[in-house]
């Protein structure tokens, strides 16, 4: 029988052994410090809005109308629980794009949102002269967080669950990669087989103890409320007022206003105030005062309404504004913290997902965007997080440009070539923590239509085809692997066959048990036992996580990504100028996943022979030392940069697929048309649930769309036939080579329906409102028969 327990006595705590105990786990022990509630939830605004930006956030968010109705039902307690509606305002026609995606979204989930004129908002007492529209969500509601943590914890206790106050967990016990147990503030030890820290603004520190990096920082975030307003609306909707900051919302004939502040006060839980239970701050005028004023703009009536109360309490916030959920690199230790203020809300859907994972051993969906796998621990640091608050917290209500980039917290990592990329122009971005050139030339304005940056990224494609193209590929990750029986070892778990000959490469995928696509990865054979991984940049650690459970203990693993930089070279012109370090070979002869050893200026590199833009090239990974003399050697013979806006739509219009947007855990790659990747002919882990795919059928399929006119694609644009709505796009660009507009969308399908049947069906994309008819493509948009590629 697992022993379980959960740090941490506030919503998520206590949710997750709510649901855990709906699952059956026998022994489930809460440990809070000091009392239920005492950390953050019970100052929460109680605000409840179902509806997020992506299918699988909403699908998260939307489980507390489901949860909290039948926990009252369950337990007794009332909740507090009650649909209000709730308008989300817009003063600029930017943000009514950011709406309208929003609402098509909301309407495929079983929500009923709609965008309306400003003046259809029925509240008089607010002045919306200024706004050009509104998205109004019925569904919004209020609960009241110390009632329903409340009914969490009867529903938790009546399941069996054990909840101890006053006790205060010191540090995590960790044997080799496995969590055991917690040692007490007190001396005491108690074991157990899996670990939650669910502890709020305390969780970073405490995740350290285990050696684990948690990008979170605890802030200081402010309300007030008013006093009691004659005649106010009674349910009050929820008011959002996004391009001020502010929120309001009823409460028992008062209204609470509150706001994501720009430049946040960090707050330090373990100074102190740190261990003080139902702590309240200092009032803040001056830090509360815009949104005060704000507040005053939108009801003016409120200058004659006193102020009951003003609430500053520590809330805690991440680097990139989504919470950390999941397994952490520690077997057995989960985390569900870092809930950027909507912990009380996200509590069922979250609690629920997370009791899932820990008793099947899996997540119960797609929870990429949440997991906390996805932690760069450099994130961690405080500093980082300190400068990161300047905008996270803002960042909740700002306005979710296309391709926003943040300014606070940057040049996180930087790869030995980044000087050389900067004298050529860049226009720098961060991907995964990397500053890596976006394009190269002027800096443009975001848009949510036409991306000024589009002429540069065309450009910087068109030189490849009689040219060739420097493409900085340093920040994928790059895993060593070496042992006795490596070879066996990866064959066992990847579906392409690795006993190949030295000096090969080869496209892979990894499985899950359940066919899902668990790894996309490129594979090479250094040495007898030793292999070589390229993945893709955001995975770092989730990929060594997951090779170090699957493999033998036998099997080593050296993370290299930052020992060498990755340069791709691609283009007609590529092959010419490779012969500048190996005049012999015939560069341009060479098969798709050939690797050549080089020796330049007396340092070992290799070349590989791959490509992800679909022209001739090689990536050429070389030690941080040189990497900068081969860019200018390669430059001054005419290569120039290619910018990862360009490479991202090359790689669509060449029908490449991207783990973390068209591939998931939850994507098998007979779904996805990745089969040619298979060899049926050995064992791999997933091949019994994929031949059972096979016989009954795909009830999905992953296809490529031509769209028509000139929307920007983005990602999770629901798709229809026929008026019924059968998918949702993974990914989109515009081609830089083709000039079309594209996108990658899962298709729900018939069983026995084959691609060209697929490929015969129409659809439409609606985009921010507008349908778009959609053209599946049977084959790549861009050289289909691949000639540029085999040069």
């Not at 809330?315 to 520690?330: C, I, Y």
């Not at 569900?336 to 008793?359: F, K, Y």
């Not at 490529?704 to 006119?709: A, C, K, P, Y």
């Amino acid at each position: 029988m697992r022993r379980v327990l959960i740090i941490g006595g506030g919503a998520i705590g206590l949710s997750v052994a709510y649901h855990l105990a709906k699952r059956g786990a026998a022994d489930v022990t809460l440990l809070e410090r000091n009392r239920l509630t005492s950390g953050t939830s019970w100052h929460a605004a109680g605000i409840v809005g179902p509806l997020r930006a992506t299918p699988n956030m909403t699908a998260l968010a939307s489980a507390a109308l489901e949860v909290f109705p039948e926990l009252e039902a369950e337990t007794g307690m009332a909740t507090g629980y009650r649909r209000t509606g709730g308008y989300w305002l817009a003063r600029v026609p930017e943000r009514l794009d950011e709406l309208h995606r929003i609402a098509d979204l909301g309407r495929t989930q079983g929500l009923t949102p709609s965008v309306i004129a400003a003046e259809e908002v029925g509240l008089p007492m607010l002045d919306l002269s200024q706004h050009v529209g509104a998205l109004h969500v019925p569904e919004d509601a209020n609960v009241n967080p110390v009632d329903l943590c409340m009914a969490y914890a009867r529903g938790a206790k009546n399941r069996g669950v054990t909840l101890r106050e006053g006790v205060e967990v010191a540090r995590l016990l960790v044997e080799g990669h496995r969590v055991t147990g917690v040692a007490l503030a007190d001396g005491r030890e108690m074991q157990a087989d899996q670990v939650v820290i669910a502890t709020g603004a305390w969780s970073r520190e405490l995740a350290a103890t285990a050696g684990v990096a948690l990008p979170l920082q605890a802030v200081e975030h402010m309300y007030v409320v008013t006093e009691i307003i004659p005649d106010l609306p009674d349910p009050f909707p929820v008011i959002r007022d996004l391009d001020r900051g502010i929120y309001l919302k009823g409460d028992a004939g008062k209204l609470v206003i509150g706001g994501f502040e720009p430049k946040a006060k960090c707050w330090d839980p373990y100074g102190p105030e740190g261990n003080r239970a139902f702590l309240e701050m200092a009032e803040d005028w001056e830090q509360f005062s815009p949104f005060m004023e704000a507040a005053l703009d939108l009801c003016p009536g409120l200058a004659a309404t006193g102020i009951q109360h003003f609430m500053n309490g520590p809330e805690s916030f991440t680097a990139d504004t989504r919470p950390l959920v999941g397994e952490t690199s520690v077997d057995g230790l989960f985390v569900a913290a870092g809930m950027n203020s909507v912990g009380i809300m996200s509590s069922a859907g979250i609690g629920r997902a997370l009791a899932d994972w820990m008793v099947d051993g899996h997540p119960p969906m797609n929870m990429w965007e949440v997991d906390v796998a996805r932690v760069d621990p450099a994130r961690a640091a405080p500093a980082h997080m300190a400068a990161r608050m300047d905008e996270a917290v803002a960042d909740l209500f700002a306005l979710h440009w296309p391709y926003k980039q943040p300014k606070a917290g940057r040049d996180l990592r930087r790869s030995a070539l980044h000087d050389c990329w900067a004298k050529a122009g860049a226009q720098f971005g961060q991907t995964a923590g990397w500053e890596r050139g976006l394009w190269y030339g002027a800096a443009q304005p975001y848009s949510v239509g036409a991306q000024p940056w589009w002429p540069a990224a065309e450009s910087e494609a068109a030189q490849m085809a009689q040219g060739a193209a420097l493409i900085d590929l340093s920040p994928f990750t790059k895993i060593d692997l070496r042992g006795p029986n490596v070879a066996q070892a990866l064959n066992d778990l990847c579906t392409a066959q690795m006993d190949v000959p030295l000096g090969r490469a080869i496209y892979s995928q990894i499985l899950n048990p359940r066919g899902g696509i668990e790894m996309d990865v490129t594979v090479s054979r250094l040495a007898e036992d030793h292999f070589h991984i390229t993945s893709g940049a955001a995975t770092r650690a989730r990929d060594l996580a997951y090779l170090r459970r699957a493999l033998p203990s036998a099997v080593t693993l050296t993370d290299r990504t930052e020992a060498y930089c990755t340069l791709g070279v691609m283009g007609a012109g590529a092959a010419h100028m490779l012969r500048a370090w190996d005049a012999d070979t015939a560069w341009a002869a060479a098969p798709l996943g050939e690797l050549r050893d080089l020796l330049i200026d007396g340092h070992r590199a290799r070349a590989t022979r791959i490509s992800f833009v679909g022209e001739y090239g090689w990536e050429l990974t070389l030690p941080n030392s040189i990497a900068p003399r081969v860019f200018d050697r390669l430059y001054t013979a005419g290569a120039r940069p290619l910018g990862h806006f360009a490479l991202d739509g090359c790689r669509i219009e060449k029908g490449f697929k991207h783990w973390g947007h068209d591939l998931s855990p939850a994507i098998t790659p007979l779904e996805a048309g990745l089969g040619f990747t298979i060899d049926w002919r050995k064992s791999f882990t997933g091949k019994e649930a994929l031949a059972a795919q096979q016989s009954q059928g795909l009830r999905r399929r992953l296809l490529l769309l031509q769209v028509t006119g000139a929307p920007l694609l983005l990602h999770d644009e629901p798709v229809f036939e026929a008026g019924r709505h059968v998918g949702f796009t993974t990914s989109g660009a515009r081609g830089p080579r083709t000039g079309l507009n594209l996108c990658f969308a899962l298709i729900d399908t018939e069983p026995g329906e084959t691609l060209d049947d697929s490929c015969a069906r129409n659809f439409t994309v609606r985009i921010a409102g507008q349908d778009h008819a959609a053209t599946p493509l049977r084959r790549p948009a861009f050289d289909p028969t691949h000639e540029r590629m085999r040069a």
